[in-house]
């Protein structure tokens, strides 16, 4: 089992919409996480860390749940430039990073 | 934010030969610097985390006669992967943490593509 699996997507939302998704972790030693935004053949770059209340950054909302083990990226007012893959990722007690496959969105005009 | 910079950011070469990746970090000391690898539409797999000083520690499958991690100073470790093969063409990527260790955020590079003929 992946340590940290998301639904590939795509997700295809006009703009303006609004889009959600999830991803699941397994070890539930888990201590951080995270959701990285990654473009087409560029690095991952940090969207906004996860913490246990939710969390909010501008039009992205964070949400954990520790007891199912899964972590929520929501976004809202969906623009162009949101086109992206979203990364879940999760680290342990040491400094290793479990990464998702990523959740490809598509936002259309 | 932290910067990290690789080089050369593609290469091509001929199957048989070896290729050095730089990982520098340009703005803070990093005493851990971690080496990815991504496939396309695959996610980041961890193949060695890297220590300033001392012998890196690699995942489980990953060969460490294959890719030769020296990490000599604080800004600067490199991934050598020798007699590369067309299997070996990935996206590597590289990240640090910095010198304190407190962060709780790894600063990527923006990747070296590979291509391997």
């Known amino acids: 089992r992946k340590e940290v699996e998301q639904d590939p997507g795509p997700f295809n939302v006009p703009e303006g919409a609004t889009v959600a998704f999830n991803c699941t972790y397994s070890?539930?030693?888990?201590?951080?996480f995270f959701w990285y935004r990654q473009d087409c053949r560029k690095e991952p770059k940090l969207l906004m860390s996860?913490?246990?209340s939710g969390n909010e950054d501008g039009r992205f909302t964070a949400q954990l749940n520790r007891a199912s083990q899964y972590i929520s990226l929501l976004i809202r007012d969906s623009k162009l430039s949101d086109s992206a893959t979203y990364l879940c990722?999760?680290?342990?007690?040491?400094?290793?990073?479990?990464f998702g496959a990523g959740t490809t969105v598509t936002v259309r005009a | 934010g932290a910067v990290v910079s690789q080089h050369p950011s593609w290469v091509i070469c001929k199957s048989g030969t070896s290729v050095k990746i730089e990982c520098r970090s340009l703005?803070?000391?990093?005493?851990?610097m971690f080496w990815y690898r991504q496939f396309p539409k695959q996610s980041l797999m961890l193949m060695a985390t890297?220590?300033?000083?001392?012998?890196?520690?690699?995942e489980q499958g990953v060969e460490k006669d294959k890719f030769l991690i020296n990490h000599a100073s604080l800004t600067l470790s490199t991934l050598t992967v020798t007699s590369a093969h067309p299997e070996d063409s990935s996206f590597y990527i590289c990240?640090?943490?910095?010198?304190?260790?407190?962060?709780?955020?790894?600063?990527f590079g923006p990747g070296t593509r590979l291509t391997v003929l």
């Open positions: 990722v999760v680290k342990a007690n040491d400094y290793k990073l479990s």
């Open positions: 990240s640090a943490n910095g010198l304190a260790g407190a962060t709780d955020t790894q600063y």
């Open positions: 890297s220590n300033e000083g001392s012998k890196a520690t690699y």
């Open positions: 070890n539930s030693a888990s201590q951080s």
């Open positions: 703005d803070f000391q990093a005493t851990t």
């Open positions: 996860v913490y246990s």
